[in-house]
């Protein structure tokens, strides 16, 4: 029966197309016929038609006759928007830095620092020393092979402890960063440790250094970069030591909201 069914239906098919192709080619022609009529610009005999209003220099205003108050769009498209300055920018696992990354050094009681921000940093220890507190900067600027040792180091560690390899290495970036994760190779870190008390633990935190810290770094610039209840955001544990430079006004953003540094840049 099948042989018999399809012909008929091309056939039919072919009938429902005709009639509209009809129309749609009568509507072609009336269209065009009707278009000079349709145009507002000129007459036939060539005249211009009446003046239109002055029209501002506005580029694809449309209509003539119609002024459009045509700005540029004051922000860039995605693609063209700037950098995050150098102090806010976010170094982490998700973010991280490439081998080749280098930065102006100046060397600050405790170690290398970003030159940019180096004053900052010597500023806020000197003013502590005034206070009679005894701040020791035990890491500041690493190169990528720093870090890359201390990782291996840390995973050594906690292979020795009886981890797995996947473990140690899963644990170690929760302390010790692989290359290219750390904000020490930006040189925008510094670990600041009571002299009296130089263990990297929680209990540094008890410290008058860190008090003051905790309570003053936003002055200058610097922020406590991996807080306690953070460490979900950040990946990192606790660390009441590592302070970051971001600059005065970002810090004091941060420190008076209580968030961190992803936070602050919508990461
Ligand atoms: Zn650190």
Redesign the pocket.
């Known amino acids: 029966m099948e042989p018999h069914h399809a012909p008929r239906h091309a056939r039919k098919r072919g009938g429902r197309w005709l009639l509209p192709a009809l129309v749609g080619s009568a509507c072609a022609v009336f269209l065009l016929c009707l278009l000079p009529h349709l145009m507002p610009t000129a007459s036939a005999s060539g005249q211009p038609a009446a003046s239109p209003a002055p029209v501002e220099s506005a580029p694809d205003s449309g209509t003539p006759g119609i002024s459009v108050n045509w700005e540029p769009s004051p922000s860039p498209a995605p693609e063209e928007q700037e950098e995050a300055p150098w102090y806010l920018r976010l170094v982490n696992l998700e973010n991280r830095l490439p081998q080749d990354f280098t930065v102006e050094l100046a060397q600050v009681d405790g170690g290398p620092f970003d030159a940019r921000a180096a004053e900052a940093l010597s500023q806020m220890l000197a003013d502590m020393e005034a206070q009679g507190l005894s701040p020791m900067v035990c890491?500041s600027f690493r190169t990528w092979e720093d870090q890359e040792t201390l990782h291996q180091n840390k995973i050594d560690s906690l292979l020795e402890e009886g981890y797995s390899q996947e473990a140690a290495e899963a644990e170690a970036s929760r302390w010790v960063v692989p290359a290219g994760a750390s904000e020490?190779q930006l040189g925008l870190?510094a670990?600041i440790v009571a002299s009296q008390y130089q263990i990297l633990e929680e209990e540094q935190e008890n410290t008058p250094e860190q008090q003051w810290l905790m309570a003053h770094c936003q002055e200058y610039g610097f922020i406590l970069r991996y807080p306690k209840d953070k460490t979900e955001v950040t990946g990192v544990g606790y660390?009441p030591w590592?302070y970051r430079y971001v600059g005065v006004e970002a810090a004091q953003e941060i420190m008076a909201q209580g968030i961190c540094l992803e936070e602050y840049v919508g990461q």
Do not use: G, K, L, V
């Open positions: 890491s020490h870190a670990d660390e590592h």
